[in-house]
T-cell receptor
Framework: AQKVTQAQTEISVVEKEDVTLDCVYE???????LFWYKQPPSGELVFLIRRNSFDEQNEISGRYSWNFQKSTSSFNFTITASQVVDSAVYFCALSEGDNYGQNFVFGPGTRLSVLP | NAGVTQTPKFQVLKTGQSMTLQCAQD?????MSWYRQDPGMGLRLIHYSVGAGITDQGEVPNGYNVSRSTTEDFPLRLLSAAPSQTSVYFC????????????FGPGTRLTVT
């Protein structure tokens, strides 16, 4: 069965620090997709990135970067020079190929607090 | 596009009452789903639909019913509310299951007393 682990329940950093959020996944499929979502205090879920299992290239988007390593089944998310607006709960999610339905599994989330 | 809309935003029910949470999307997405979010547990899938007329159970379906008569709408029914159903409920849609990102509604905060 697929599973997503986010071992860090809560992280606090001071503004301008770099922070990495860990995500470890389990799947038996060779085709799968990994996602990160942000949930700010207002409660909505904001899509950040999608990565498929055949593309291990790391990605950078502004202050955000993602490190995908199939060898360790990890898809970690780094925020560089954190800002107070980055304070949110971040969810990692896994979807297995094109299986019908029960294929989108979320991790428990990491609450990030960025202090001024 | 309004995206995914949910009503109501907040609801308080007494144990045993029934109600329907509404969800609609205007993106012509085939795949729709309902999740509940509880502290420390992420989002858990309740029910999903891969198209009009087709629904199936997710991880935590007990106590909930769904139907999908149109592509746009996917209501979630609580048959007899219980305190264990106190949660935040999110509806989501995507072009297909699996590969595509899901678009989420703003959520419904439900309290059952």
């Amino acid at each position: 069965a697929q599973k997503v682990t986010q071992a860090q329940t809560e992280i606090s950093v001071v503004e301008k620090e770099d922070v990495t959020l860990d995500c470890v996944y389990e799947t038996r499929d060779t085709t799968y997709y990994l996602f990160w979502y942000k949930q700010p205090p207002s409660g909505e879920l904001v899509f950040l990135i999608r990565r498929n299992s055949f593309d291990e290239q790391n990605e950078i988007s502004g202050r955000y970067s993602w490190n995908f390593q199939k060898s360790t089944s990890s898809f970690n998310f780094t925020i560089t020079a954190s800002q107070v607006v980055d304070s949110a709960v971040y969810f990692c999610a896994l979807s297995e190929g094109d299986n019908y339905g029960q294929n989108f599994v979320f991790g428990p989330g990491t609450r990030l607090s960025v202090l001024p | 596009n309004a995206g995914v809309t949910q009503t109501p935003k907040f609801q308080v029910l007494k144990t045993g009452q029934s109600m329907t949470l509404q969800c609609a999307q205007d993106m012509n997405h085939e795949y729709m789903s309902w999740y509940r979010q509880d502290p420390g547990m992420g989002l858990r899938l309740i029910h999903y639909s891969v198209g009009a007329g087709i629904t199936d159970q997710g991880e935590v379906p007990n106590g909930y019913n769904v139907s999908r008569s149109t592509t746009e709408d996917f209501p979630l029914r609580l048959l007899s509310a219980a305190p264990s159903q106190t949660s935040v409920y999110f509806c989501a849609s995507s072009y297909t299951q699996g590969a595509n990102q899901q678009y989420f509604g703003p959520g419904t905060r439900l309290t059952v007393t």
